[in-house]
């Protein structure tokens, strides 16, 4: 008995080591639901930060995938693009329609729609529509950051 | 010596059943590389084979998220837009520019730039620029498929 006992010990300990999930920095492992709840902070971050606050979702090598432009790779070179979230007359806010997660728990994608409130050259209230894919990546301090964002357009909706 | 014996056995099996990576069917797991390799197959399929081609890698559940439109769900819904891709005028191709996997080997993604080569009314060659993010997922068959796909313009490259 003492034989067995000593194996299912070992080998529950491996099994607990392998599977990754005892650590108490990280009890509960991400999910589909912390990404949801990643981009309603994000896009609070952007609302009551601008640009401050959307930049500080992304990752260091983060790519912004801009309709009609180049692609820009990196932190600074995103930031330059941002300052017009600084204007109180533009709004942007978005809403995720899908969200998923790998199973090792560290690259995720949500997908949604966007919209952009501002004013155009008369002060008259302007909307557009757009689409979006956001990728999130877990950093090596454990947090969440943005690596790949790509917008396009959308219809008015009916 | 013979408990040690058994011990060890039983954690190296655990251990190998744990890691998931003892499969006869998938001896090596995915990397970004396969990645790589499934966006030239893919493409080689578009072009050979047009439309049908195209679809065979997408999920039965993918999203299309094209520019200017509503996103698509769905595999019937997105193959009813591609049938441009079996007139032989027309000709897609795309460069991933970077790929990543999760540690799970079951989610990864892809980025780069595409151009569209086509004839106007009067028949002359036209070519349009633009750029996508390809999500791919394993399936449960262990095929690689791509479950969202989107694309925006880019300017005409200096």
């Known amino acids: 008995m003492k034989t067995f ?4 010990a070992a080998v529950s300990l491996v099994a607990a080591l392998a599977l990754g999930t005892a650590s108490s920095k ?13 981009e309603a902070d994000f896009m609070n971050a952007a609302s009551t930060r601008g640009a401050d606050g959307f930049m500080s979702y992304y990752s260091e090598d983060a790519v912004e995938l801009p309709n009609g432009e180049d692609a820009l790779k990196g932190k600074p070179a995103i930031f330059k693009t941002m300052a017009f979230l600084n204007n109180k007359d533009n709004h942007l806010s978005w809403t995720p329609t899908f969200a998923d997660i790998s199973a090792s728990g ?12 501002s004013r155009d050259k008369d002060g008259k209230s302007i909307v557009s529509y757009g689409k ?4 999130w990546r877990k950093q090596k301090d454990g947090s969440w950051k943005v690596v790949l964002d790509m917008g396009n357009d959308s219809p008015t909706p009916k």
């Not at 006992?5 to 299912?8: F, T």
């Open 106 to 117: 560290d690259l995720g994608y949500t997908y949604g729609t966007y919209e952009f409130r």
């Open 26 to 38: 990280n009890p509960a492992p991400a999910t589909a639901q912390t990404l949801r709840q990643l």
């Open 5 to 8: 006992s000593l194996a299912v």
């Open 132 to 135: 979006y894919t956001t990728i």
